[in-house]
Every structure is written in structure tokens, then in C-alpha cells.
């Protein structure tokens, strides 16, 4: 058990960490589309594709952040990325061609891969035993945010310095207020920390291969459809939003908004919770209202107040999913190599988020906006019932 005052030294540095480390890595995409279309003379589907390129080298280096976790070397490895992914941003702020671009963004992805959400959860897997849950849902909850912070702050500097000078403020946020923090929270996270212990059940001391359980691929497939879904809305959502007649300001807000729905998800998940035994279940759900948003905003044309639940199931959806994923992991394949499964996992979730902008890219190309609405809708429900298989197969193991 991890003590209250230790708990406090690792969960509210990281929280605030992984806040502006979003915000400033991820976000700051989606925020400055717009912007980059004005400016530069390059193609939406040419820029969203150095998402899909950061995105894609994040994937490729998550088992290995999940493996250098289990060995202890976690806040080396998030001291190292917030600092690249500073540096990253610092070059970003003198691009003027597309391959800088796209080089500038790919290093971007090497930094995420070893500091935002995949690796923060394994750390706190890890080190916080039977209270990781509680770690988990506290970032979550604090990070939640980021889009939030993101957003506005982007939208108000950008028309004052220049989208230029607003990159470098969120170095600056990076390396000297983010890197502090990690140096703080993960001061004793080191090769000597012990892993959670796993109930005799789970912990036969036989070698486990995930890649050979249908439920990791069930998973693996749910997680992937949740990336499709989520990451297509949020990579577009300004011109989305813009092709479905809602002005400039209300769109902002409406982004901004999305990041208070997932804190509302994860408050009504922490209310819910001891009174549901399985967490799969919830996550379905949240699934399903990744859905439902699709389909709301696939009708804002003709009622507009369905931009409202577009925001709340789309915000709530995502940040139920946020919570959940690390926890069902750990509740349908263990905690044992906790860092390296979880970063197996990530893959597909991951590479379908780089997919995502690319993909909805060329989907509006050939069908709008519309288009790219029903795709995510199907993805919601897909990812769904994958969810629910791989809690069946489980459930039948179990049984066996």
C-alpha cells in the first residue's frame, strides 16, 4: 500500500505534467489546422498526414516505453521525452516547408510515446499497486483539461503573437514547468521499485503470451475502433464543425467543452463504480456514446441543439475510455509484465490514431464531412462489441 503523503508526491506532479504535456503535444495540433491551411500552402489531407506520421512512430516505440517502465527506468524516460518534445516544439515555430513539418511532428511522436497517457498509466500501475486505480482516475481527471487549456489559450494568443510565438510558449510550458514536475513526482521511481504483486490465480509463474489469448486481439480491435472514432472527431473537429454552418467562436467553445465532458464521464465512473463489479461493461457504454455523438452531429444540420449532445457524449465517451482502458487490461490480462502488455496494446490504439486524421481526410475528400461521421458512428459500435467478446472469452477462460 502506498502511503497518502507519497501518494499526493506522485499522482498531483503527474496530473499537472500530463496536462500541459497534452495540451501542448497532441492538441496543439487539432488547434492550429485551421491556421497552417491559411498559411501554408499545402493540403488539409497533406497536413493532417504529419499526425498520422507522429502519431504512427508513437506507436512503434510504445512496447518499448512500456518495457523500459517495467525495468524501472520510467522517469529517465519522461524527463528525456518532455525535453524532446520541447525541443520539437521549438523547431516546429520555424517550419516554412513540408517535409520540416513532417519531420518536426514525427519527432513529436517519439516524445509522446514516452510521456503522455500509455506510459503515465504504466508507471502508476506499477508503483501504486491496489490505489492504481485511484492514480489513474485523479490524472485523468485533472488531465482532462488539456483540450480545455488548449484550445482557448491557442485561439486568444495566436490572433495577439502569431501561432508561431504560441508553439514556444508551450515549450516553455514543457521544459520548465513539466520537467520540474516529473523530476518531483518520479524522484523514486527507480530499478529497485517492486511490481504489484498479482493474486495467486493470476500469478502461476508459467510464461504468458498474450498475443496468443483472443482476448488481447478483441481488445486490441475495440481499443483501435475508439482510436478511429475519437481521434478522427477531435483531429477535424474545427472544420467540421465549420462545414456544418457553426461559427468560429461557438466552435472553439464547443472544443474547449469537450474536455470538461470527460472529467463529467469520469465523475459519473468514480460514482458508479463500487456499485458495478465488472468494468467492461462501462467502457461498452462509453463506446456507445462515442456513437451517439457521431450521429448527433450528423444531424446538427437540421437541429442545431444536437450539437450540445455531440459535446457531452463525444467529451464523456472518451473520458470514460480513458479510465477504463489501463484498468481493464490489468482486469482481463493481468498485472504480470504490466508495462510491455500495455504497451502491446497501444499499438493498435495508437496507430489507429495516427490512421485516424489521414484516413477522415481522405474520406472527406470522397464523401464530406458526412462522410466521416458515419465511419466514427460504425467505429463506435464496433470497438462495442469487441469490448463485450473479449469480456465473454474471458469469462469462459475463467469458467474452464
Known amino acids: ?13 503527474l496530473a499537472v505534467a500530463e496536462t500541459l504535456l497534452w ?30 506520421a507522429s502519431l504512427l512512430a508513437s506507436a512503434l516505440l510504445a512496447p518499448v516505453a512500456g518495457r523500459l517502465i517495467d525495468h524501472g527506468h520510467g522517469r529517465t524516460q519522461f524527463v528525456a521525452s518532455a525535453l524532446l518534445g520541447a525541443a520539437m516544439l521549438v523547431l516546429l515555430s520555424r517550419v516554412t516547408e513540408l517535409w520540416e513539418f513532417y519531420a518536426v511532428w514525427t519527432g513529436l511522436g517519439i516524445a509522446m510515446a514516452g510521456c503522455l497517457y500509455e506510459p503515465c498509466f504504466a508507471v502508476l500501475t506499477r508503483i501504486m499497486g491496489d490505489r492504481a486505480r485511484q492514480a489513474i482516475t485523479i490524472v485523468t481527471l485533472v488531465a ?11 485561439h486568444t494568443l495566436e490572433a495577439v503573437i502569431g501561432w508561431r510565438n504560441v508553439v514556444l510558449v508551450f515549450a ?12 518531483f513526482g518520479l524522484a523514486h521511481h527507480g530499478p529497485d521499485t517492486q511490481a504489484p504483486v498479482e493474486p495467486a490465480a493470476e500469478n ?21 475502433m475508439m482510436a478511429l472514432n475519437h481521434f478522427s472527431v477531435i483531429s ?21 467543452m469537450i474536455g470538461p465532458m470527460q472529467v463529467a464521464g469520469r465523475l459519473c465512473v468514480i460514482a ?14 462509453s463506446l456507445l456514446a462515442m456513437a451517439t455523438a457521431s450521429a448527433a ?10 450539437l450540445v449532445v455531440f459535446v457531452l457524449c463525444q467529451g464523456a465517451g472518451n473520458g470514460v475510455m480513458s479510465i477504463t482502458r489501463p484498468v481493464i487490461v490489468a482486469e482481463l490480462l493481468g498485472r504480470r509484465r504490466y508495462g510491455a502488455i500495455a504497451g502491446m496494446l497501444a499499438v493498435p490504439y495508437i496507430g489507429f490514431s495516427a490512421l485516424a486524421p489521414g484516413l477522415a481526410g481522405l474520406v472527406w475528400v470522397a464523401a464530406g464531412y458526412d462522410g466521416v461521421l458515419v465511419m466514427t458512428l460504425a467505429a463506435g459500435l464496433l470497438g462495442a462489441a469487441a469490448l463485450m467478446t473479449a469480456a465473454a472469452v474471458k469469462a469462459r477462460e475463467r469458467h474452464k
Request: glycine share 10%; with cysteine.
Open 1 to 13: 500500500m502506498v502511503a497518502g503523503d507519497q501518494f499526493r508526491r506522485v499522482v498531483w506532479p
Open 23 to 52: 495540451a501542448g503535444f497532441y492538441y496543439m495540433f487539432p488547434a492550429l489546422l485551421g491556421v497552417w491551411e491559411r498559411d501554408f500552402p499545402w493540403s488539409k489531407v497533406e497536413i493532417a498526414g504529419a499526425l498520422t
Open 144 to 154: 482532462g483539461f488539456a483540450g480545455t487549456v488548449c484550445f482557448p489559450t491557442v
Open 172 to 183: 516553455a510550458l514543457a521544459a520548465f514547468v513539466c520537467v520540474p514536475l516529473l523530476l
Open 204 to 224: 502461476t509463474g508459467k510464461p504468458f503470451r498474450p498475443t496468443r489469448s483472443w482476448v488481447f486481439w478483441f481488445l486490441g480491435l475495440s481499443y483501435a
Open 236 to 256: 477535424h473537429m474545427l472544420p467540421m464543425l465549420a462545414e456544418r454552418g457553426v461559427g468560429a467562436d461557438t466552435a472553439v467553445l464547443a472544443a474547449s
Open 272 to 285: 458508479v463504480q463500487r456499485h458495478v463489479t465488472s468494468t467492461p461493461p462501462i467502457a461498452a457504454v
Open 297 to 306: 452531429l450528423l444531424g446538427a444540420h437540421a437541429v442545431p441543439g444536437l
